[in-house]
């Protein structure tokens, strides 16, 4: 679903997030919650797409295990909603290289995501989500940043 208005473009995504957190709160058996941390191990994520360019959307929840690397949710959630994905390995760690049929390096723009409004360095094999993140993949004009 893409939406134009920045607006319509944030209160669904509010709105997702609410009701993950309501139904994973309660949802989540006794046991996947570890004693000591008292974190769960699982969670669910909103994950939202900015295409640079006006078009937006917003996918369905994803579930994930705390174990599982970014990419394994990212690979799952994209492909789960028929959005295509692509991730190179730069011999520093895996970034995305096209999301949708938009490549990096189009227009000068470059896949980066967000998690609770925060841009990340780490790569998306080594980053862990934790419950209740919200996920951003941008396609952004280089910064050179």
Do not use: C, H
Request: glycine fraction near 12%.
């Amino acid at each position: 679903m893409f939406i134009r208005t920045p607006i319509l473009f944030v209160i669904p995504l509010v709105l997702l997030l609410f009701i993950a957190l309501f139904l994973s709160a309660g949802s989540a058996p006794a046991a996947a919650v570890p004693a000591a941390a008292g974190i769960p191990e699982t969670g669910v994520v909103a994950i939202s797409i900015d295409y640079g360019d006006g078009a937006s959307a917003v996918l369905p929840l994803v579930e994930f295990m705390r174990s599982e690397t970014m990419l394994a949710v990212a690979k799952r959630a994209f492909a789960a909603a028929g959005v295509s994905f692509g991730a190179r390995d730069y011999g520093a760690g895996m970034a995305v290289t096209e999301v949708g049929g938009r490549q990096n390096g189009t227009g000068d723009r470059y896949w980066e995501y967000m998690v609770n409004g925060a841009r990340q360095q780490e790569s998306i094999d080594r980053a862990r989500l934790s419950p209740g993140d919200t996920l951003e993949w941008k396609f952004a004009l280089f910064s050179g940043n």
